[in-house]
């Protein structure tokens, strides 16, 4: 029997809380110990990469606190719940499964009367197939050409998550001979945003994918309707190139307006999509689905390793407790995400949305307010490009970031130089593991502008080579930790109420319906 | 004469102090009383800009309160002394000069004999001059074609900058005819960038731009290498491509390896370079330095702004001064910056680097260990993208973020398209309205996971639209307030030791001269 309660009513939490600033980091990581804690503190993780949290202010006694808080929040039960189909999703009543649309974690989940496995791999299918003519030139342009180029229309979840997948991979794939064709992006109302796109695409060559789960995003609307004109204007014919992502019951399902329609629905959040259809037709297009499978590959095998009851085998459980050790009991207000790969350069901004989005809450599950902070602000850049820019504060400021850093032993391209001795991989896994320490360890001067405090605690997450499993895994890692936090906190972590009320009035402005101050700032920006 | 104080010492700051929680920022802004504050609680800011702080928690009285602060801390004689040449960068014992590349802003400052305004104007003028011979076809490829591509290598501070800038009027330019060359950026000692950037340049029409000030940072000069050995591999000489941005006295400066050398100094920190030939060389190359030369003019009037002592005249002072109270009393540790305008895709991680290297710090200009909190995170996303991802922890997180929004009334690429009987251009500056409404007043409703809070601050910087003089006044707002929030918190803002130790340790681990837990990261990287 599963029992939802508030963190702060839980005995283990009590337990935890009185271990606040238990463990002093910079000695923990001095010296050979330092070296023991490397090797010690490591737990595998699906797609042959591993967590490693001996940079943080964590010990075996800590962990002991932790795996205890964990049984008693019965996230593994909980986490059963939800794949087994039962509506975690309380506000909106809808059950939570886009772990499905990677593999089977439990019981088959039936709703409407069909399988909902069964129903995601069929739309993955249509989505390899189609994208497989398109590669062969079944599918074609109306001059009987190939596309070349695949435009992905869509905001939120339909672009954060599909564009830091596919930025992820595109050196990737273009260094093993499988980019077939170039992804582009189009969000922001801002028609700027648009115009700016399609000036570097070959119109006649592209194909758009328009994903809108309701069909109704008003933003995604809009710039369908400004790419349809630019076809038009090119003179062609935009039902020839476009398909439409989108569900079963929206006005675009079944509109002639469209190549081919894929379908996704209600029980897959937009921030939860990048492995449905919604990531799935823009990646298959562009790497061919067997990339896109052995992506969603690595992402089922993470999500089994997250039904581990045993914390030093489920990493995302593990990163979830740290992670809420260090908000609630050491009062830490952010989190730095900071990936040593350029191929992830969006991958923060995806983060920013999965974990703010999910977690960013004051009322429980049942509508009751908490008394504890929930989801931290979650922002980061590239390293080395963060080093010399916001690191200053990282390491001197005066409030303590918890880091998350990513690093891989190989780089994607394939092309390297060597300078002074060393590789630029070299010199970007050497600077990764100079500021873990940095962070950690801290140094003394005799000038107090040069000295460093650490006890700044950090993971990293260690990988081979950033490959379809790998990123597949890491996304998942991450759907799970914030699955695991919302469980912890008890939150409904797939719904996301703070949204409307921006939409409900930006529609009162332009149907000129305002008064008082937002009628005077409707004035000041000529609306 | 100035004195240099703590925050804390301040008889101004318990008055402040005292006004904790003073406004109720959702009975403030209800009603037609909202309306006049958005009248009144506005400030003309140079470039057509308007600072409006009408939805940030303040009334008169908080207000009377910051502007004896101001007095107290003796902000504008602080400003006078850094633009007449004081020491003001008292760790690196430096003056700070970025404010003379625009314009003088008062007495001549002399140093090692030559007038600094000078020695930047005919900089510019070098610049500019060798932009002209590039445009016109003076100075061409090997082959005698023009260049059509500009990449510029640097990172931090060489990067974040002018690449935010270039962005920011791309498309105006584009619109306006005048952009000359396309211009691109490598930053990341990750092998991965070059490739990719590469990948996109037409190298036998592509100049580089190499910046370092000291001509020795690591990852610049390793891709610089990575940049050369791709010309020799095309059978292009290197030394045709390439112009230097550094310090006169760097190895760099007089190398026959580059096609010209343009020179900045040690009074132009990193990350307020972009006025400087940092920014000068790649932006006057793409743009053109009639472009640059508006951009510098807007930049110059925000300085001049900067310089009066009533709040009420000035907007970086008061938007610091405004910062400050949300920081230190109220007692917020993060910052959003909230761009509606995709130009501004990379403003906020500028800002990022610009405020968090800054004022990241927590010794006083002295050296001394300071009681209170100092430079907060800032992240930030544009809007109307981050609607769909982040703003959920906005609204209805536990903790409270202030908020920075920008908006203009009119968009750069000059296409548009109306749908649902409005146009995007006003669907955007529709939603920024309505955020600003719904963070400020919130909305209660039966359904507590429905309900809003409110009293979530913001301010907004509205403009007709993004132009060089807009951009050069946004820039210079920012370094303004920065520094103003520098002088409060008694900081030197223009030193960044804390980027100093990792560099220091990343060399160690190269020459694999580690023990302990950096050995044991080492070995895991395989370094």
Redesign the interface.
């Known amino acids: 029997m599963i029992a939802w309660k508030n963190l702060d009513t839980l005995a283990a939490y009590e337990k935890l809380a009185a271990l606040k600033d238990h463990v002093n980091l910079v000695e923990a990581?001095?010296?050979?110990?330092?070296?023991v804690?490397?090797?010690n503190y490591s737990v595998p993780m699906a797609g042959g990469l591993s967590y490693?949290f001996?940079?943080k202010a964590v010990d075996d006694q800590v962990l002991e606190a932790l795996a205890a808080l964990a049984e008693e929040a019965q996230l593994t039960e909980k986490f059963a719940a939800l794949y087994n189909g039962e509506v975690i999703n309380t506000?909106e009543k809808r059950r939570v499964l886009h772990q499905l649309t990677r593999g089977q974690l439990g019981e088959a989940v039936v709703a409407d009367g069909a399988d909902k496995r069964a129903f995601y791999l069929g739309e993955q299918k249509k989505a390899a197939a189609f994208a497989e003519k398109v590669h062969t030139g079944e599918i074609r342009n109306a001059a009987g050409e190939k596309f070349t180029t695949v435009v992905q229309i869509g905001?939120?979840?339909s672009?954060?998550g599909p564009r830091a997948m596919y930025l992820a991979l595109?050196?990737w794939a273009?260094q093993n001979n499988t980019l077939k064709l170039e992804a582009r992006f189009i969000?922001?109302?801002?028609?700027?945003?648009?115009?700016?796109v399609l000036?570097t695409v070959d119109l006649a060559h592209a194909l758009f994918v328009l994903v809108s789960k309701s069909g109704t995003t008003?933003?995604t609307?809009?710039?369908e309707?400004?790419v349809k004109?630019a076809l038009k204007n090119a003179g062609l014919d935009p039902a020839k190139h476009m398909v439409a992502v989108t569900s079963e019951t929206s006005p675009l399902a079944k509109s002639s307006d469209y190549l081919a329609a894929f379908f996704m629905d209600d029980f897959i959040g937009?921030?939860y999509s990048s492995t449905s259809c919604v990531g799935g037709v823009v990646l298959s297009l562009a790497f061919g689905p067997e990339v896109f499978a052995r992506f969603l590959n690595g992402a089922h095998e993470a999500d089994l390793t997250a039904k581990e009851r045993d914390i030093r085998k489920n990493p995302a459980m593990l990163d979830a407790l740290i992670g809420l050790y260090e908000r609630n009991v050491q009062g830490w207000?952010?989190t730095a995400v900071l990936p040593?790969?350029?191929?992830l350069s969006r991958f923060p901004?995806h983060l920013?949305?999965l974990d703010?989005?999910s977690?960013?809450?004051?009322?429980n599950r049942f509508?009751?307010?908490?008394r504890?902070?929930?989801?931290p602000?979650?922002?980061g850049?590239?390293?080395?490009?963060g080093?010399?820019?916001?690191?200053?504060?990282?390491?001197?400021?005066?409030?303590i970031?918890p880091l998350q850093f990513v690093?891989f032993?190989r780089?994607?391209?394939g092309?390297?130089?060597d300078?002074?001795?060393?590789?630029?991989?070299?010199?970007?896994?050497?600077?990764?593991?100079?500021?873990?320490?940095?962070f950690?360890?801290?140094?003394q001067d005799a000038?107090?502008?040069?000295?460093?405090?650490g006890g700044r605690p950090s993971s990293?997450i260690?990988g081979e080579q950033l490959t379809p499993e790998a990123l597949g895994a890491l996304l998942a890692h991450f759907e799970n930790k914030v699955m695991f936090q919302g469980f912890l906190w008890n939150l409904?972590s797939f719904?996301?109420?703070?949204?409307?009320?921006?939409?409900?009035?930006?529609?009162?402005?332009?149907a000129h319906e305002t008064?008082?101050?937002?009628?005077?700032?409707?004035d000041?920006?000529?609306?």
Chains 1, 2 share one sequence.
């Open positions: 990581m001095a010296g050979e110990n330092g070296a804690r490397v090797k490693n001996a940079a506000g905001i939120g979840g672009d954060l595109e050196n273009r969000s922001n109302v801002d028609p700027d945003d648009a115009a700016s000036k008003l933003e609307l809009t710039n309707s400004f004109d937009g921030r207000p952010a040593y790969s350029q191929a901004a920013q949305q703010m989005e977690n960013g809450k004051h009322v509508g009751e307010p908490v504890y902070p929930t989801g602000v979650i922002f850049e590239p390293g080395t490009n080093q010399h820019s916001f690191y200053q504060l990282l390491h001197q400021g005066t409030d970031v690093g032993r780089n994607q391209a092309m390297d130089v300078i002074q001795g060393s590789t630029s991989q070299q010199k970007l896994c050497a600077n990764v593991a100079a500021q873990i320490m940095a950690a360890c801290g140094k000038d107090p502008n040069k000295s460093f405090d990293i260690i409904n719904d996301q109420e703070g949204v409307q009320l921006g939409k409900v009035l930006a529609k009162r402005v332009l008064d008082g101050a937002l009628r005077a700032y409707s000041l920006l000529d609306i």
